[in-house]
């Protein structure tokens, strides 16, 4: 995307019929680390990539839990991430208090849209520069959502979002339609199939992802490192492994075909842009 | 004199006469009861409206007129029925409240729609508020219905107390109602037992409470909706010789 003469202002229209102000907002998500989030019929499970600034400091909170039945991850400027989920937050815990029931997911998604779009048409706004992937439950059922900053929202079975989620997206497109009906286990190990082809290359550890899950009589939470290592353990993921092409079986854990590769030591934040940070 | 405030008092809004003082037309009990998989409500169709003396402002608690065709329960979006005692217009302006919450409900057009246990705490809220302000919505509301199989029957006072039972009554209910209830209801009611015992107790209301009316509604939520009945009468028995000549036994001029 070049500068135009169109580009500086949210409520400037391009003759194309563009905002590009909004369009670079959503650029803004491109550039952040990826996230992902995929559902079956009964559980939700939230991913991410999460890369420390140096090997001094702690990485960026990317998973915020909203309530024991919503929670959400995101990609783009985490600021912006924090005070939108502090936002998600306020409004499920006025509405269990007037109503003593959780807010329906797909009104809090809608809601949150809503307050994106204002933001698209306000001279002294900026969008927020943030895609959130909402993953939910209520009465009918589980729910994964992905709020863009031009305030679109989109209801999905699986999504990838941040550099390089193509590669995610793909292993999910794959895959997607063994969701609904799998177990809560196996759709961790999606997840963490997924995030890992966002790695491309590296290792897969704890230490590099944060994986959380809502389901059917499960509140949100965030899994411990150690639960997510022994996961990964179990599925005997390997960086190099050629994944099997065709039918993967859902059930059986797969066998790792491949000797385990010497480490890698990938550059960290490498491919991570500033804005993540 | 009526009780001047000062402007700057801390007890509630400017003048007296922005308070809820006490009622002025009034419905009596409201008794309910969960049976099988459903909720029955009873209700009569009396109000009365206080008298006002005109000196000191002070009510004088006679009756001055009843009003016989007031319906003291009404359906609440798909899954609820509301009755009340106590004010009649305060009951009126819940409706109100209830009926933008509802049409705010339907207009999110989600699949997703208040259900019972969620009115209900919704009037928690609101008459807790109001009692908060010193301007209570002067009723004793029960809420009943039924969402997704789930049978739900709580009750809200003027103050704001709020709880859930198997079976509720508000005012003089509670006292004479109640202890029929307690002793007779049990988890399978039919609906036929239900009505009976309803009727039982809305029998023993007509009879010891002054405010009743002999004119009653029966309503009824299930899954599929809310029906309240038409209106019918309550057989009563007036022949027992104690009411033949009932100072007999009484000692004094009256």
């Not at chain 2, 459903?38 to 009569?44: K, T």
Request: aromatic residues 10%.
């Amino acid at each position: 995307m070049f500068r135009n003469q169109y580009d500086t202002d949210v409520t400037t229209w391009s003759p194309a019929g563009r905002l590009f102000q909004v369009e670079y907002a959503m650029e803004a998500v491109k550039q952040g680390s990826a996230a992902i989030g995929l559902r079956s019929k009964t559980h939700v499970v939230l991913g991410c990539v999460n890369k420390a600034n140096s090997e001094l400091s702690s990485h960026q909170k990317k998973i915020f839990k909203v309530d024991d039945h919503i929670g959400v991850a995101i990609a783009g400027l985490t600021a912006d991430g924090r005070v939108l989920s502090r936002y998600m937050r306020n409004e499920c815990i006025n509405y269990s208090f007037t109503y003593e029931s959780p807010l329906p997911v797909g009104r809090l998604v809608v809601q949150l849209a809503d307050k994106a779009q204002v933001c698209t048409q306000r001279s002294w706004k900026r969008p927020y520069g943030v895609g959130l992937l909402v993953a939910g439950l209520d009465e009918s059922g589980a729910h994964l959502y992905y709020n863009c900053p031009s305030g679109n929202y989109f209801e999905y079975q699986a999504f990838a979002i941040g550099s390089r989620s193509q590669a995610a997206k793909t292993y999910l497109e794959r895959r997607f339609e063994s969701f609904r009906d799998t177990t809560r286990d196996n759709l961790v190990k999606d997840a963490l199939m997924a995030i890992r082809e966002t790695l491309q290359g590296e290792t897969l550890k704890s230490s590099v992802c944060t994986v959380a899950v809502v389901g059917v009589g499960e509140p949100f939470h965030v899994l411990d490192q150690g639960t997510v290592q022994q996961m990964i353990d179990a599925f005997e993921i390997v960086a190099e492994q050629e994944g099997p092409a065709a039918e993967p079986d859902v059930d059986s854990g797969q066998e790792a075909s491949a000797e385990p590769e010497p480490e890698q030591g990938a550059a960290a934040g490498e491919g991570v842009a500033p804005m993540d940070i | 004199m009526a009780l001047k405030l000062p402007q700057n008092s801390l007890l509630g809004s400017q003048s007296d006469s922005q308070r809820t003082l006490y009622p002025y037309v009034t419905g009596t009990s409201v008794v309910a009861l969960k049976y099988k998989d459903r909720i029955l409500m009873a209700a009569d169709m009396g109000g009365q409206q206080l008298a006002l003396g005109s000196i000191d402002l002070k009510p004088f608690s006679y009756v001055h007129m009843r009003y016989k065709s007031v319906e003291r329960m009404k359906p609440i979006g798909k899954h609820s029925l509301l009755g009340a005692s106590g004010e009649i217009s305060d009951f009126q302006e819940i409706l109100r409240y209830l009926n933008e919450l509802i049409l705010y409900d339907n207009m999110w057009d989600d699949g997703n729609s208040l259900g019972p246990k969620e009115v209900h705490n919704y009037l928690t809220r609101v008459m807790y508020n109001r009692r908060n302000k010193f301007n209570p919505l002067w009723n004793s509301l029960v809420l009943g219905g039924v969402k997704n199989g789930n049978k739900y029957l709580g009750t809200v006072s003027m103050i704001g107390v709020n709880f859930k039972d198997n079976h509720v009554a508000t005012g003089f209910g509670n006292h004479l109602a109640q202890p029929i209830l307690r002793q007779e209801w049990h988890e399978n009611l039919s609906f036929e037992d239900g009505v009976k015992l309803l009727e039982k107790c809305m029998r023993v209301l007509l009879y010891c409470d002054r405010s009743a009316v002999n004119k009653l509604q029966i309503a009824k939520i299930t899954e599929e909706g809310v029906t309240i009945h038409q209106p019918y009468s309550l057989k009563t028995y007036w022949e027992f010789s104690t009411f033949e000549n009932p100072a007999q036994g009484a000692i004094g001029s009256w």
